[in-house]
Each structure stands twice: as structure tokens, then as C-alpha cells.
């Protein structure tokens, strides 16, 4: 691939991501309204703990991604709109720089994920329950798609976020690292 290709997919990407920042600041709007409900069912199941304002917070910014992900992956679709099926692996990858960035904009989808619901939920906290919940959730809405045609189904776009999905604990598993590194030289006092 060329130079120019490289640069074609960046602006084929972010060209495409222009219609999920438009779901953001709705999705803001609802996480933002979930605040009181996540506060309640920490109250009613911490057995009276002090609550978690970081996972709370988490569960928050899950709340904002997934109502993105929905809108961008299936509700903004009419429909009918998109037919087929391609079981093919690396099917997608195509010729074109539009085509290829769509495979890395699956990677991208999923990033977020690996990140934000180990923050939230403890038990994704180990990649071999993060990242097949995670598969689970792609196939989930690849057949959802592919029940409505709202979307092309594609074990690519499964393979790939999944495979954002792990990049996306491996950046959250370093981020924890460095947390934890920082406070303990403030703790030592270095």
C-alpha cells in the first residue's frame, strides 16, 4: 500500500466517525441521567459501603458507548437497508482505502470496551472473561443486524472487535499499572 492509500483510509475514517460524535452528547444526556439509579443500586447492593464514584463514573462512560455503538451499528439503519453475508475471514479488507478502513474502524468500535467495562464491572477485569463477553457482544449484534438487515453480517467485523476489544484491555491493563506506580511513589514519597 502507498502513502497516499494510508492517507485515504485516515480520511475515510474520519470522515466516518463524524456520526458518532452526533450520538455523543445524548448519550452524555443519559449517562448522566443513570447517576442517581447507579448510586441507588450501589447503595442497595454494597451492603453500605461508601460508593465508588471512579466505578460509578465507569459505568457512566458504559452507558454513553454503548448508546453510541447502538445507534451507529443498528438504530440509525433503516430497516431492509443492508443484505448479506460474508463468513469469510479477512472477506472485508478489500481494495479500496473505504473498504480497509471500515475493517479498522471495527477495530476502533471496540477499543472502548476493553477499556471501559473493566473499570465498571470486576469480573471483565481478566482478559479471559473481557474479551469473549466482548466476542459474545459482536455476535450478538452482528445477528441482530443481520435479522433486521440493518447491517452486513461479517466475521470480520467480529474478529476485529474483538480484537479492539484486546488491544483495548492491554491499554487499560498499562493505565492501571501506572496508577497504581504513581501512588505508590506518592505513598513512598518519591
Sequence with gaps: MTKDDWIQIYESICSDMEQPVDYLPQGVLLGLAAIPLLWLCWRVFSCGRRPDWVRIGACVCCIVYIYVLLNMAFFSREPGSRTGVNMQLLGTWGD????????IENVILFLPFGILFPCAIPLLRRIWCCVPVACLCSI??????FATQRGYCQLDDVVMNTAGTAIG???????????????ERKRNGN
Excluded: D
Aim: proline letters at 3%; charged letters at 20%.
Design 96 to 103: 479500496t482505502p473505504k473498504a480497509r478502513g471500515y475493517v
Design 169 to 183: 484491555w492491554l491499554l487499560y491493563r498499562i493505565m492501571l499499572h501506572r496508577v497504581i506506580r504513581s501512588h
Design 140 to 145: 450478538a449484534l452482528e445477528g441482530l443486524q
